[in-house]
């Protein structure tokens, strides 16, 4: 039988070797998968990384798909780091976006035109935020687990979302399919060239920079990893702990609220079918292949987006499944537990007699 030991040192390299893990784990995965579809997993994966780095488009729409992921991702994260498992940035993601459409729909008539591109940001910011601390007051009020709360308010939200969009928030001159009225060009953010790369990569690299100062330069931070250690101890010495917890959890939204907001005013330009296209949900296994540090977010987000871009191209050029990139996904999550199970402890083979 298995015998696990833990490790008292660490590992040489530990970061490579969990990298190395991670992404053999998702390959041999998809490997077998392609081959179970009768394709020779080589040619698929030439043409999966050939759709996907192999063009400037395919680059540029990795850097699309990476936008969102990078806000997700640091939302996990952030949370994570003081012990408070976000699963609802899904939800929080389609606040924001709501937020954003609302801003247009009930702002855009009073408000300065100049003026409501950043009315759009900051309400798609704050739907986030106050969709996350619902879970947050009632973890710290009631002791209510966040994992549970945030995840089923992920269903509400996109309830929610499609209450407005087929019903009060319709266009009416959307010959019939359901979405809300298009936004205007004062309130959609900046592409750059000729690709859907848009502002919010600017927005989001830097709120990268930010929190990866915040949490590792500032007494904030540092509180905050205090708490992520022992909450019980921080609340011993004397910090807040349910302050920070809320503080935290809005924050958190924030960020997946802005990565909604993102989505609807520089990609879909309004909210219809298919807005919640699991952003959230991916923006945990960025923050886990990141190891929840904020400098590796960017980089777990464009290794993403290349699988869910390479995953598409899949569909046209060989005729499989696009939803190959998700098992992708999955299996990195998988290789990344793998290697840290590996990385933390000697996995021993031991008889029965000597167990």
């Keep these: 039988m298995l015998l696990l030991e833990k490790r008292h040192t660490r590992l040489k390299h530990q970061g490579l070797i969990t990298a190395a893990i991670a992404l053999g784990t998702a390959l041999a ?64 993601f389609v606040m924001g976006g709501i937020g954003a459409a609302g ?45 549970l709360t945030t995840l089923l308010l992920n269903y509400v939200a996109i309830i929610a979302m499609e209450h407005l969009y087929f019903g009060p928030w319709r266009d009416p001159d959307g010959m019939g399919f359901p979405g809300t009225p298009l936004f205007p060009p004062t309130a959609m953010l900046p592409r750059f060239g000729d690709t859907r790369i848009h502002l919010g990569l600017i927005i989001a690299l830097l709120l990268v920079v930010a929190f990866h100062y915040l949490l590792a330069r500032s007494k904030w931070g540092f509180s905050v990893r205090i708490i992520g250690n022992g909450p019980k101890a921080a609340a011993y010495a004397g910090l807040n702990v349910s302050r920070q917890t809320l503080l935290v959890m809005a924050m958190s939204g924030a960020l997946a609220g802005l990565a909604g907001m993102g989505e609807a005013a520089a990609i879909h330009y309004r909210l219809q079918e298919g807005f919640a296209s699991g952003y959230g949900y991916d923006g945990i296994i960025v923050a886990c292949l990141a190891a929840l540090q904020p400098r590796l977010v960017p980089f777990c987000a464009l290794l993403l987006g290349i699988f869910i871009v390479g995953g598409e191209q899949l569909a046209t050029a060989m005729q499989l499944p696009s939803s190959i990139s998700r098992i992708l996904e999955g299996a990195l999550l998988f290789g990344f537990l793998l290697s840290e199970t590996i990385c933390r402890y000697h996995i021993k083979w031991a008889s029965k007699k000597t167990a």
Excluded: D, H
């Design 103 to 147: 801003a247009v729909m009930y702002l855009g008539p009073v408000l300065p035109q100049p003026l409501l591109l950043p009315a759009v940001i900051l309400c798609g910011a704050l739907c986030g935020a106050l969709w996350a601390l619902i879970p947050a007051y009632l973890r710290v009020w009631g002791n209510v687990s966040e994992i």
């Design 29 to 92: 995965a998809g490997a077998i998968v392609m081959a179970g579809y009768g394709a020779n997993p080589f040619a698929a994966y030439a043409a999966m990384f050939k759709g996907a780095l192999g063009s400037g488009f395919g680059l540029a729409e990795v850097v699309v798909k990476a936008i969102p992921l990078m806000l997700t991702g640091l939302a996990v994260a952030l949370c994570a780091t003081m012990l408070l498992w976000n699963i609802g940035c899904e939800g929080q």
